[in-house]
């Protein structure tokens, strides 16, 4: 009960504080994992309507690989971001390994099916209704699609929350790509993971709890910004 | 036997006034007539409406009536391309990669857009090409001549159910199609919004546009149709003007049954 | 669209205050890095040779797979049988010994097996096994955990074959302070994580200073005719300040409550 007690306390001291490394630290949170969730979400958002409007052979195979692929472990994907990226792998040569990069590549691979998934399930719960009316209205491929991500966006846009949530609560992963390297590559969950480590529980948690008032307010940003909550029809 | 022969009906009357401002837009050759000739549809080997021979003139207003299940959603699916032809021919008078584009559809329950009235209706102006200042400002004049006025900025689905059918109504005319086929369109409406979408309808076939739509409502038909195209089972059993369908009584037993009000299966 | 402005603006502020020194990796192992003495060589590092040493903390065995693959510039460990065979398979241009820490025993308070006043630490093993007593192992084939096998070993104990009083815990020896702190059972530690360690609990030191019990750390520079990349003159420019009367100085006054933790033994 004590080390919870503790961690509040240390939480608020951390924030009135705000100490250039944890700021820095912050700051390298919210860009590795923003940068991650904006290109995820350009990859799986079309993706997922393109599998929602489109009829072929595998789709339904794509489909189950994508649901599948969600429940990756993060360690698994960060071994394999390791082995493409380090010195000795196909990538090598690009020196990506253990920069801010290399763990956005990895979370780019973590939550692109997240998204892929939620929007595919959004989107074809959209098409279904929109489907007569854009046939006969004779909009191209490309138009249905950029249609129904433009109309499903409030959905879309918790599609990228959640990929946000798992992004940046992530540690496996970016802990072998990245190597939680202090100044270079350290984020707020490998710092828990390594204050955990040296048995400082108050110190982890207090960060844990900068952590979730991070994701919250950044829910709460995003949602302003989308006026999402505004309206509960659209 | 039901008689499906094609029925060539004269042309609805239109002014020269409608004339005038069709030829104003500077089309190619109308789209109009329409011939369907053996015309099937089948969904998994089975037949759902057809072999239908009918002809849709350049001018008029056709009424489809008949029970339910006698394939009236799937003629109306069948001429505007939604439906898959399995069988026989559709004709338009020009090219194929035309008609696609000159003709609207408003669908039984409307299809609310999740965007605002005037988006909405300004929608298949956007997807060809209309810059999107010019289509809003269109869009606008349409929705108030609809007394739609009033709720622009309203996200569509909160309309009440005449509402959202008169914003179906003002997105398909938008473009000003030469033929517009409804899905009874009046069916979950309440007397006055049933009026006011026939008012627009007359209008919208006064200025020139061809409408082909399918009603239950029997009143319906007598105030609107010009022509009356009677199906049963899948098949088209009568083609007739409307003065001869409903005074003259019609030809068929099951068609004179319907009109009665008798329960025809 | 929004995110997009957000990242700029986070891009921006990342953006501010970088500065360009010479940079190169080094794997580190969990105990090195726990035991603080890295915060107290870095910044003098930096001044001295203007170099920013970016420390990967990971454990033996994956330290060593980083430098087989180039993906480090040095490595420094504590596993000397693993760093021959590393040499010799010349993934390492050399192995330099820099220094020595020690391993601790730590158990319950009330020492129930008695390992305090044991004579030796074979003696201690032996009496852990005799009394059955909850013992948690690294179990991550590490450098302390191959370490405490060995030193089983000797006790003439399989603790494989052991009952359920042995528990091979898989995890950092961070982790694994934890899980004996929480089961209140006997462990190996280094001294340096133990003393850094904040959630003691019931846990005491209980046995110390056999000399079987000496961890000595060695720092292998990744071999650049194996990896062109590798940064092997700053690699030796860093190990040269390593064995320097600067670093010795340094390392034999770290001191963590009181305690020195390190003795430098470099040979010139």
């Not at chain 1, 707020?188 to 982890?204: C, H, V, Y």
């Not at chain 3, 982790?175 to 005491?204: C, E, H, I, P, Q």
């Amino acid at each position: 009960m004590d080390e919870i007690l503790h961690g509040t306390y240390e939480a608020a001291r951390l924030i009135v504080t705000l100490d250039r490394d944890l700021l820095e630290i912050i700051v390298l949170s919210l860009k590795v994992t923003l940068t991650a969730v904006a290109i995820a979400s350009l990859i799986g958002l079309p993706m997922g309507a393109w599998l929602a409007v489109n009829r072929f052979r595998f789709r339904r195979i794509v489909i189950a690989v994508l649901n599948a692929l969600m429940g990756l472990p993060p360690v698994v994907v960060g071994l394999f971001v390791y082995m493409m990226l380090s010195r000795s792998g196909p990538f090598g040569a690009m020196g990506l390994l253990f920069t801010p990069s290399a763990m956005i590549i990895a979370q780019v691979l973590i939550i692109t099916p997240l998204i892929a998934s939620i929007s595919h399930q959004t989107i074809r719960d959209l098409w279904a209704q929109y489907h007569d009316l854009l046939i006969s209205l004779n909009a191209t491929r490309g138009q249905r699609i950029m249609s129904l991500l433009w109309d499903g966006r409030r959905a879309l846009l918790t599609a990228m929350l959640a990929g946000f949530g798992r992004a940046v609560g992530e540690v496996g992963a970016i802990m072998i790509v990245g190597g939680n390297i202090e100044h270079a590559t350290r984020v707020l969950t490998t710092a828990i993971a390594l204050e955990t480590g040296r048995g400082n529980f108050a110190f982890a948690m207090g960060l844990g709890m900068v952590l979730i008032a991070i994701a919250v307010l950044v829910n709460l940003a995003i949602h302003g910004l989308g006026r999402t909550e505004r309206s509960s029809v659209w | 036997m039901p008689t499906s022969q094609g029925i060539s009906l004269p042309a609805g009357p239109a002014g020269p006034a409608a004339l005038g401002e069709r030829a104003e837009s500077g089309r190619a050759a109308s789209i109009l007539p329409l011939r369907l000739r053996g015309a099937m549809a089948r969904a998994r080997g089975k037949v759902l409406i057809g072999p239908i021979d009918l002809d849709i003139t350049r001018r008029g207003l056709t009424i489809v009536m008949g029970p339910n299940g006698a394939g009236k959603t799937t003629l109306l699916r069948l001429m505007h391309g939604l439906q898959r032809l399995s069988a026989g021919e559709i004709i338009w008078s020009a090219p194929q990669s035309q008609v696609r584009d000159r003709q609207a559809f408003v669908f039984q329950s409307p299809v609310m857009m999740r965007r605002s009235v005037l988006d909405n209706i300004a929608y298949p102006l956007v997807l060809h090409g209309v810059a999107r200042a010019d289509a809003r400002a269109q869009a606008a004049e349409m929705a108030t001549e609809m007394g739609l006025g009033g709720l622009l900025d309203q996200p569509a689905p909160v309309l009440s159910g005449g509402e959202q059918q008169k914003l179906s109504l003002a997105r398909a005319l938008i473009r000003a199609p030469e033929i517009l086929f409804l899905d009874e369109p009046c069916a979950n409406l309440d007397g006055r919004a049933t009026r006011e979408i026939e008012a627009i309808l007359q209008k919208a076939q006064g200025d020139g546009t061809r409408i082909v739509m399918s009603t239950h409502n029997m009143g319906q038909a007598r105030r609107m149709a010009q022509d009356v195209v009677f199906m049963y089972d899948g098949k088209v059993h009568e083609c007739a003007e409307a003065t001869g369908f409903f005074e003259d009584r019609p030809k068929t037993p099951e068609a004179t049954g319907f009109i009665n009000g008798d329960i025809v299966e | 669209m929004m995110l997009i402005r957000a990242w700029a603006v986070v891009s921006l502020l990342a953006l501010a205050g970088v500065a360009h020194a010479d940079e190169m990796r080094l794997a580190v192992t969990t105990s090195f890095d726990n035991s603080g003495l890295a915060a107290v060589l870095l910044p003098r590092i930096k001044a001295d040779l203007d170099l920013d040493i970016q420390m990967i903390v990971v454990g033996t065995g994956q330290a060593l797979r980083l430098g087989e693959a180039g993906d480090v510039d040095a490595i420094l460990v504590h596993s000397r049988a693993a760093e021959d065979a590393f040499v010799a398979a010349g993934h390492a241009t050399h192995r330099r010994e820099i220094m020595y820490n020690d391993f601790v025993l730590i158990g319950p308070g009330h020492d129930p097996a008695g390992i305090a006043r044991a004579g030796s630490a074979a003696q201690a093993f032996g009496l852990l096994a005799q009394a059955r007593a909850p013992f948690v192992s690294r179990g991550d084939d590490s450098g302390t955990h191959n370490k405490e096998l060995a030193l089983w070993q000797k006790a003439g104990v399989d603790p494989g074959a052991q009952g359920a009083w042995y528990r091979a815990a898989g995890a950092s020896m961070g982790a694994t302070l934890n899980t004996a702190s929480g089961m209140n059972a006997y462990v190996m530690a280094d001294r340096a994580s133990w003393l850094n360690f904040g959630n003691k609990g019931d846990l005491r030191l209980l046995f110390s200073g056999d000399p079987v019990l000496f961890n000595q750390y060695a720092y292998l520079p990744v071999n650049p005719a194996r990896h062109t990349h590798v940064k092997a003159a700053l690699a030796a420019k860093l190990e040269g300040w390593l064995v320097s009367d600067m670093a010795a100085g340094l390392i034999n006054a770290y001191k963590v409550n009181g305690e020195q933790l390190f003795t430098f033994n470099a040979r010139p």
